[in-house]
């Protein structure tokens, strides 16, 4: 079983930044990808960025130039760095942990963070 943990939402104005961090816990895994993905009111959720223990990332078109996402393979962490936050990107922000666990691919979530960006 993987735990996998946000932090680092929050409110704040239009073109300000935010970090947002995730880490996952257990035992008996191997992390292949570590990703953000971001849920609105009354809209389906969404990828924002994802990163392979690789170092591959791939990036929504809407974040792209604006957000960056990192990975820490020692720690099982991945932190996503957003910078010039438009009042669009409010929304509830979802850590996702796609692990190996013995001979099966699992995908697993955190609670979510909440950013609210004012205009």
């Known amino acids: 079983q993987v735990q996998v943990v946000e932090s680092g939402g929050g409110l704040v104005q239009a073109g300000e930044s935010l970090r947002l961090s995730c880490a996952a816990s257990?035992?008996?895994?191997?992390?292949?990808?570590m990703g953000w993905y971001r849920q609105a009111p009354g809209r389906q959720r969404e990828l924002v960025a994802t990163?392979?223990?690789?170092?591959?990332?791939n990036y929504a078109d809407s974040v792209k130039g604006r957000f960056t996402i990192s990975r820490d393979n020692a720690k099982n962490a991945v932190y996503l760095q957003m910078n010039s936050l438009k009042p669009e990107d409010t929304a509830v922000y979802f850590c996702?942990?796609?692990?190996?666990?013995?001979?099966?691919?699992?995908?697993?979530w955190g609670q979510g963070t909440q950013v609210t960006v004012s205009s």
């Open positions: 996702n942990s796609k692990v190996l666990e013995r001979t099966r691919l699992h995908d697993y």
């Open positions: 257990g035992s008996g895994f191997i992390i292949i990808t």
């Open positions: 990163a392979t223990s690789g170092g591959s990332t």
